[in-house]
């Protein structure tokens, strides 16, 4: 493959887009490789294209491998099979909606689920059939409510999307870890240097939702990771170490303090700290806001339930509770803040003044973080205006309904595998495994006959990798202060031969090794401009090819020089040797191939 510059579509630019936010964002606009043509909507132009090809096709190679199917579904979709999977209504502003010339309703889809089920329900009946994996690469819709950084987080996009079909749970079990196998060899290939993070806390099932993500600072997920061992979760599923149990029956009677005008914890510690603790018959005491227990007043809501119930979740005093966890974790159960009103059902709770000494007599569901562990002590509302109590112990004066990890992470905290501290990252998912189990087979019907002749429903897997989210990601997590930088597996050529000079011996050098490179499959982009060293050197250093090959000066002495792009290395070379010393940097990595379109 031989790119010309002279002739390619391509037109660089000096300065940054006034939009760009991270890096990413400027450098492919700057190089020449994504337009912006509205808010999270892009076109893709030939280096663009290339790049864009090469992921595709490793994808495609590692689908291929694990035995998935290739097909292709429209990006245009009757209302009615959105309608039947609850997801028209469930999808709210994300949706793209539009209807046709005679008042039909349609939307662009966003995943497509319901039609994979609906196609395998239509061509497939016995239980011989199965298992089966199809995917494809398609582009996707989504009115993103805030479209970002360039083609990272569009509004149209491309994703590979697959589906696994299966009998059984353990069919399932395999389907999934082919796919999470088949991801882990995407990345790597792809050059990430990514993690797998539980996007689904283990109390619902371990490994039924991973993500993997690509830690950059820039990234929109937060995920936690430990600093000893490959734990990793996002922060909605992360479970973390409690302090061990302690032995509670060392600790004094419970006994309640006035407290007056002690809204927030911060008031109270304050007060706790100037009481006269003689008064009460004990020693001096100091408080910290850790050892109080802050009981936080939520309710719940069962699918298909008439009504909401109360739920409250104690947490140390020093934590605010992480509602986005807790709805992780409660999923299908709908969490929310309690107001005013549902407090107004439960006429002892005391607003500012709740403890968990008579949560069970009023039969409200209390569930604890375990950060609140057997045997702790606390100082905590005494259900009266005014007043806390302090030596509250659980499991003497309290025994909760459970425990939940409700409090927001913080760096620091253990590790629930090993006990070493966690540290919280970002990073850009670059793709989901998920199991999906029988929600859309029973939506859609899809069953099989079984061997006896009674019907199974069929359980699925869904996997997604962002395809033009990847390019974006590997622009982010590859670049440096002189633009692009591409592994050479996606690079959109694996040398950018660049001739200086008016020499014309130079020109004629340049197109000589580029054309003896090309016989050998290496892929070129040469650089034949009638430009300054300058301005080829700086758009080399943009567009981040990743190896450089400068055909110049060097020549009187029979020498061309060869710049590795990212480590900035630079070797001279004898003009005889440049094709083979070329040729091994290309074949190095043994998973570059593909190339560009154009040629
Ligand atoms: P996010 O949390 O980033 O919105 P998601 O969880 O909604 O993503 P999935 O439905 O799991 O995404 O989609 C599978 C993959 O598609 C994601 O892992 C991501 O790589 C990619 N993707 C999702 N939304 C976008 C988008 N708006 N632009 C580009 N890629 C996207
Ligand atoms: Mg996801």
Not at 437 to 454: C, D, H, N, S, Y
Not at 469 to 492: F, I, K, M, N, S
Request: proline share 6%; net charge negative.
């Amino acid at each position: 493959m031989l790119l010309r510059m002279s002739t390619l579509f391509l037109r660089t630019l000096r300065d940054d887009p006034a939009d760009a936010e991270v890096p990413s964002h400027r450098l492919l606009v700057r190089g020449g490789y994504v337009r912006r043509v509205a808010p999270g909507i892009y076109s893709w132009l030939p280096l663009g294209m290339a790049v864009l090809a090469n992921v595709e096709r490793i994808v495609r190679e590692e689908m291929a491998s694990i035995g998935a199917q290739e097909v292709h579904f429209p990006a245009l979709i009757p209302r009615e099979i959105f309608e039947a999977s609850g997801r028209w209504a469930d999808y709210g502003d994300a949706l793209f909606r539009l209807s046709d010339r005679k008042g039909g309703d349609y939307l662009l889809g966003p995943t497509h689920e319901e039609l994979f089920t609906l196609l395998v329900k239509g061509e497939y009946s016995s239980y011989k059939d199965y298992p089966l994996a199809l995917y494809q690469i398609q582009t996707k819709y989504r009115d993103e409510a805030r479209p970002r950084a360039g083609v990272l987080r569009g509004r149209e996009f491309i994703m590979k999307d697959s589906y696994s079909f299966d009998l059984s749970e353990e069919g399932l079990q395999r389907s999934y870890q082919a796919h999470r196998d088949a991801y882990e060899r995407i990345f790597s290939r792809l050059g990430f240097d990514y993690r797998i993070v539980f996007a689904m806390s283990g109390a619902m099932g371990g490994s039924a939702s991973e993500e993997f993500l690509a830690p950059t600072p820039s990234g929109e997920d937060t995920f936690v990771q430990c600093t000893h061992c490959d734990y990793a979760a996002n922060t909605e599923a992360v479970e973390i170490a409690g302090p061990p149990a302690q032995d509670g029956s060392a600790q004094p009677a419970s006994v309640v303090l006035d407290t007056p005008d002690t809204p927030t914890i911060a008031t109270l510690v304050d007060r706790l700290n100037s009481l006269d603790w003689a008064e009460y018959g004990l020693p001096e005491q100091q408080f910290s806001a850790a050892q109080t227990l802050k009981n936080v007043v939520l309710k719940t809501h069962q699918p298909g339930a008439d009504r909401w119930e109360l739920l409250v979740v104690g947490v140390p005093g020093d934590r605010e509770v992480d509602m986005k966890r807790l709805a992780g974790q409660l999923e299908p159960v709908e969490v929310e803040q309690a107001g005013a009103e549902d407090l107004a059902a439960q006429p002892d709770l005391v607003k500012g003044y709740i403890g968990p000494q008579l949560l069970a007599d009023l039969k409200v569901r209390y569930l604890v973080d375990p950060l609140v562990v057997e045997g702790s002590a606390w100082v905590t509302g005494a259900n009266e205006e005014g007043k806390h109590a302090a030596f509250v112990v659980r499991g003497r004066d309290f025994d909760p309904a459970g425990e939940i990890g409700a409090v927001e992470i913080r760096d620091g905290d253990r590790c629930a595998r090993c006990g070493s501290p966690l540290e919280i990252a970002r990073g850009i998912e670059l793709g989901h495994v998920f199991q999906l189990g029988r929600k859309f087979a029973e939506a859609f019907g899809l069953t099989a006959l079984g061997p006896e002749g009674k019907p199974v429903t069929i359980t699925m897997g869904s996997y997604g990798v962002g395809i033009t989210r990847a390019v974006a990601a590997l622009a982010e997590q590859t670049h440096d202060e002189l633009g692009l930088c591409w592994p050479r597996a996606v690079a959109p050529a694996d040398v950018q031969v660049v001739p200086t000079g008016k020499d014309v011996a130079a020109v004629a050098e340049a197109e000589r090794i580029a054309t003896e490179l090309v016989s050998l499959g290496v892929r070129v982009l040469l650089d034949d401009r009638k430009a300054s060293p300058g301005v080829k050197f700086k758009d080399a250093e943009l567009l981040g090819v990743p190896t450089i090959l400068v055909v110049g000066r060097g020549l009187d002495d029979g020498v061309v020089e060869l710049r590795d792009r990212r480590s900035g290395e630079r070797r001279e070379v004898p003009v005889g040797d440049a094709v083979s010393a070329v040729h091994a940097e290309a074949s190095a990595d043994q998973t570059s191939g593909g190339g560009a379109s154009a040629s």
